[in-house]
């Protein structure tokens, strides 16, 4: 006996093939249906002399990436570009993200930002940022 299995379809998803294949049946100019904002998913890890990120940029090269760091945020900017001529291949779907990203994350104040270092490699963009001793914003003035 086979089992059937009911799958859910994202509605999202569903609309946006649906888009697809009336734009191609009445021939319409062909829509996007990409993700329209993109941000890669970020991990941060804590150890007791650094914080690493770690992004996730699947598709992506090291040369369309850049990091700057402005006081106490760190600015990660990147593009992907699609390889595939319009020209020569017709796109049935666009799941992936293609184009420009920027995302800014907030840094904590004891960091060393002099000795920064990033790798990217297998699509994983790590950024390791060492820590310094906290500047100790108190003291105890003594009346004479």
Do not use: C, W
Not at 30 to 44: G, M, T
Not at 79 to 95: G, I
């Amino acid at each position: 006996m086979l089992t059937q299995f009911k799958f859910q379809h994202n509605n999202l998803l569903s609309d946006r093939m649906m888009d697809a294949q009336i734009a191609e049946i009445f021939n319409l100019p062909k829509k996007s249906i990409q993700p329209e904002k993109f941000q890669p998913n970020l991990d941060v890890f804590e150890s007791k002399n650094a914080y690493q990120l770690m992004f996730a940029l699947p598709g992506f090269q090291k040369e369309n990436l850049k990091i700057e760091i402005d006081k106490n945020y760190l600015l990660l900017q990147g593009e992907r570009h699609l390889n595939a001529s319009e020209n020569e291949t017709k796109q049935h779907l666009l799941e992936s993200f293609y184009g420009k990203f920027s995302r800014k994350i907030q840094l904590p104040e004891q960091i060393n930002i002099n000795s920064l270092e990033a790798e990217f490699k297998d699509g994983i963009l790590t950024i390791s940022i060492p820590k310094t001793e906290l500047k100790q914003n108190k003291s105890q003035v003594v009346i004479r």
